[in-house]
C-alpha cells in the first residue's frame, strides 16, 4: 500500500498539468497567453497585499523583542505545569495565531531542546497542525480583498485557534503522554 501511495504522490501533479493542458488545447484556450495574464494578474495582488505582509511581521517582532513572551512564561508557568504542559510549548500557543514562520522557528527549538520523540515536540506539533494563523490570514488575505470589516471572522478565527490549542492538549496528552 505504501508504494502505491508513493507512487501516486509522484505522478498526481505532472498528471494534473497534463490533464489541464490538454483540456485547454481541447477548448482551444491561447494557453501562453493566458498564463501570462494569470502571471501578471498574481503579480500584482503580490504587491497589492505587500504592506499587510510586513505589518504582520513587524507586530511579530515587537511581540517578541518587547519581553511580552517571558512575561507571559511567568504568569502561566504554574498553571501549565499543573496541566503537564510543557513551558515551551506556551510560546507555540501564542505566536501560532500570528505567524507561520514564527512558529515553525519556535517548533524546530523545542524538537532540538527535548528531542524529536520528546512528549513536548509532539504536542508541538499536534498544536501546529491544529490551528491557523488567523491574523496573518485576516492581515493578507482579507486585506487583498478589500474587506474592512473583520470583527466577526476575527473572533471565530482566535476561537477556532483556541478550540484546536485544547483539542491538541487532550488528544497529546491522551495518545503522548506517558
Given at each position: 500500500?505504501?508504494?502505491?501511495?508513493?507512487?501516486?504522490?509522484?505522478?498526481?501533479?505532472?498528471?494534473?498539468?497534463?490533464?489541464?493542458?490538454?483540456?485547454?488545447?481541447?477548448?482551444?484556450?491561447?494557453?501562453?497567453?493566458?498564463f501570462c495574464d494569470g502571471a501578471k494578474e498574481g503579480f500584482?495582488?503580490?504587491?497589492?497585499?505587500?504592506?499587510?505582509?510586513?505589518?504582520?511581521?513587524?507586530?511579530?517582532?515587537?511581540?517578541r523583542a518587547s519581553g511580552a513572551l517571558e512575561f507571559l512564561y511567568e504568569i502561566f508557568k504554574t498553571p501549565l505545569e499543573a496541566l503537564k504542559i510543557p513551558?515551551?510549548?506556551?510560546?507555540?500557543?501564542i505566536t501560532r495565531s500570528l505567524s507561520?514562520?514564527?512558529?515553525?522557528?519556535?517548533?524546530?527549538?523545542?524538537?532540538?531542546t527535548h528531542g524529536a520523540d520528546s512528549?513536548?515536540?509532539?504536542?508541538?506539533?499536534?498544536?501546529?497542525?491544529?490551528?491557523?494563523?488567523?491574523f496573518y490570514v485576516i492581515a493578507v488575505y482579507f486585506g487583498a480583498v478589500g474587506i474592512t470589516k473583520l470583527r466577526h471572522a476575527l473572533l471565530t478565527g482566535v476561537l477556532a485557534d483556541m478550540v484546536g490549542?485544547?483539542?491538541a492538549v487532550i488528544v497529546s496528552r491522551f495518545f503522548f503522554y506517558s
Open positions: 500500500m505504501k508504494e502505491v501511495l508513493n507512487t501516486i504522490s509522484v505522478w498526481i501533479l505532472p498528471v494534473i498539468i497534463c490533464v489541464i493542458l490538454l483540456h485547454g488545447l481541447y477548448k482551444k484556450i491561447p494557453l501562453y497567453e493566458t500584482w495582488v503580490a504587491v497589492k497585499i505587500l504592506p499587510y505582509l510586513v505589518a504582520i511581521m513587524v507586530a511579530v517582532s515587537m511581540f513551558s515551551d510549548t506556551l510560546a507555540l500557543m507561520g514562520s514564527a512558529t515553525l522557528g519556535i517548533f524546530s527549538d523545542i524538537v532540538n512528549y513536548a515536540a509532539k504536542l508541538a506539533a499536534v498544536i501546529t497542525g491544529s490551528s491557523e494563523t488567523t490549542i485544547v483539542c
